[in-house]
């Protein structure tokens, strides 16, 4: 069975796309005030409203900070790690934006860093890079602070560097987008993860900070094996690690990219987009998906007893294309773990999918209806998701 | 001179005391409303009031996690994680404390894992911790909430584990401890870091969450280093790796704490006596400053024109002493790396004092007149510090 095959080379580096022992442990803990939201959202300690509500939110680039960190060993340029700033910090900001979150938003952020292999200056890029992103939020209408950060010198935990972010919010009750609202008979319009939006200034591969352990192994040769012990687990079988054909500056086939600029493409926030479609749709919109960690799957967590039916996907950006091409993925595996082609969707009522997509094409960003929910087909009730590609169909939940 | 050569000590695992190279970036940042303070406290973007600000702060227990990994390993007791949740959490809130916030904080916590070696079992313990520790909060008065958290899957970048987590508040200005009117006549009453106060459940060996990088690898033994070369940089020169006496299971001299019980020791919150102290205080407290990085020199980057004074500080804890006796660490090392007795200063007019003490001991946590504020010698006016300890004098500043 491919399929299996697959999952199991997945899992030989150490990583898992459903983090099956984690959902085990943090599925118990109180869901909040919306447990079908999209992140957590709790009562207003903050201020003691009991109009308003909090959501304090965490993540990070991820292994994506390794991929930075090649690139700067390789051509001494620490610009690198302004992208891997923003990597982190749209990891938070695009989660809160799918409950309805994109402004008056405060972060912080945590780097933990071998002092001997990311020095000085490439903390200087990172702050740099976190400033310089906040700055174009600012420029289209979103406000999002820096309160300042933490940077620790944890040689003995990390060879290279991890960067991670935390954002919070304190908002209206009754203005928070809850997924739960998700339901048969609404159209699914999926914003495309690639091309370059109207405030990006370089083309977008279409990946985020997800999947990047997988992809760089795949991708990246053995000439990044002998140089760079420091990047990989030292646990994981020689012949999954840096098992790929390429250097970072082949050209990427099918694109104008090379594979370094493809992987390290800093995430794209949604936020602009987001902040004109919940204002504009308001009862209209039932729900937003971040295709993050769980790929196309993602949607499986949300919407009640619904059949997610996906059957007008985006093309398959030439990233994702190369991956599984070199790599041998089965297609199931590949949308478990990346976005495939749109990484945000917008959960509306038909009627209103046509404006989803032009409010999109205004930033740049493509759009199309990829999908609809129905009945769940299910005995129990419970969220399933279909997938329909060319000959192609894929069954999850 | 043994200084230069223990401070070379240090720096060869690959971290250093000052953090030179990132103040050198931090410190280029705007500083907030109140640049003398503890935290950096900035303009109240969440809810947009100007009698109001935020603070976010974000830190972790650094490679205390370590501690516990291999205390875990040895053991296959997963519980001693709900320690180290304490610590990445404690990191934050007494830093916030030391700015006047005690209650209505929001927190979330990031793990950063090698999933083969820090599995399911060890997250839930993190997460128990958690939720125990700010039980015994809510017990104390403190209302402290989690918001939720995010574990990754990062086995490239980690061996074993890293534990962060930020905290954030919104408070009305008026009630920020500003530590930039700590003067010149001030009272600095210390409150001691070991023993057990009222609302801990063991003795605290006075430990926090610093300065175990070399705490760690100058107390214990070549058994760790043979056993889990996966806890520390292998490019730290192999002399310098677990190059101590030691089993976590040794008797601490002159404690009744196993080496390991000393080093894991949970740190300390001073949060049920700062609430105390602030409250009944009012403006006779000028400062508070949470000897965390850079130990008893911390006090340094606070106040105006200060000559800092320490004459009379507790004996040094069982566990200082021998990491020092059996490091050879130099005393003026010592004092900036450790806390070396109180991890919390309270700077008052002299007549407050004694309040401070008794609400203190009310607590079960002793404190004394640890020193005093005198006027800078210096020509700039910059703030310096005098350390006397028997016949002791060291410099800083």
């Known amino acids: 069975m491919p399929a299996n095959l697959s999952q199991s080379r997945y899992n030989q580096r150490g990583v898992s796309s459903d983090k099956g022992d984690v959902h085990k442990v943090v599925d118990k803990l109180d869901g909040g005030l919306f447990p079908g939201a999209f992140c957590k959202v709790t009562e207003d300690l903050l201020t003691n409203d009991k109009e308003l509500c909090n959501v304090i939110h965490s993540d990070g680039a991820g292994t994506k900070s390794i991929l930075g960190y090649l690139w700067y060993r390789e051509t001494g340029d620490a610009n690198v790690f302004r992208g891997i700033a923003q990597d982190s910090i749209v990891m938070n900001l695009d989660d809160l934006a799918c409950v309805g979150i994109w402004d008056q938003v405060v972060l912080s952020s945590t780097v933990n860093r071998n002092?001997?292999?990311?020095?000085?200056?490439?903390?200087?890029?990172?702050?740099?890079?976190t400033e310089a992103f906040l700055q174009t939020l600012a420029e289209n209408g979103i406000n999002v602070k820096s309160g300042g950060g933490e940077t620790a010198d944890v040689g003995d935990l990390t060879g290279t560097v991890a960067v991670d972010s935390c954002a919070v919010a304190v908002c209206p009750r009754d203005k928070i987008v809850d997924n739960a609202r998700i339901r048969p008979g609404l159209s699914v319009v999926g914003l495309s993860s690639c091309g370059q939006?109207?405030?990006?200034?370089?083309?977008?591969?279409?990946?985020?900070?997800?999947?990047?352990?997988?992809?760089?192994?795949?991708?990246?040769?053995?000439?990044?094996?002998?140089?760079?012990?420091?990047?990989?687990?030292?646990?994981?079988?020689?012949?999954?690690?840096?098992?790929?054909?390429?250097r970072m500056t082949d050209r990427l086939p099918e694109s104008n990219l090379t594979v370094g600029e493809a992987l390290l493409s800093p995430t794209r926030t949604y936020l602009p987009v987001v902040k004109r479609i919940v204002e504009e749709l308001d009862q209209n919109l039932l729900g937003l998906v971040h295709c993050s960690g769980g790929g196309q799957t993602k949607c499986l967590r949300f919407g009640t007893r619904v059949h997610h039916v996906k059957d007008n996907l985006f093309p398959i950006p030439a990233l994702f294309k190369e991956i599984q091409g070199v790599s041998g993925t089965s297609d199931e595996e590949m949308h478990q773990v990346y976005n495939m082609g749109h990484r945000l969707e917008v959960f509306c009522l038909p009627e209103a999918a046509s404006r989803v997509i032009e409010l999109?094409?205004?930033?740049?960003?493509?759009?199309?209806?990829?999908?609809?929910?129905?009945?769940?087909?299910?005995?129990?009730g419970g969220n399933h998701l279909t997938i329909e590609r060319d000959d192609l169909t894929l069954q999850y939940g």
């Open 115 to 129: 002092a001997r292999n990311f020095p000085g200056e490439a903390l200087a890029a990172l702050i740099e890079g």
């Open 197 to 246: 939006s109207t405030y990006e200034t370089f083309e977008n591969s279409g990946i985020g900070s997800n999947g990047l352990t997988s992809a760089r192994h795949e991708l990246l040769s053995s000439h990044y094996r002998e140089h760079y012990p420091e990047t990989f687990d030292p646990q994981t079988d020689l012949q999954y690690v840096y098992c790929g054909p390429h």
């Open 360 to 380: 999109s094409r205004e930033f740049g960003i493509d759009a199309q209806v990829v999908g609809r929910t129905e009945e769940s087909q299910k005995d129990d």
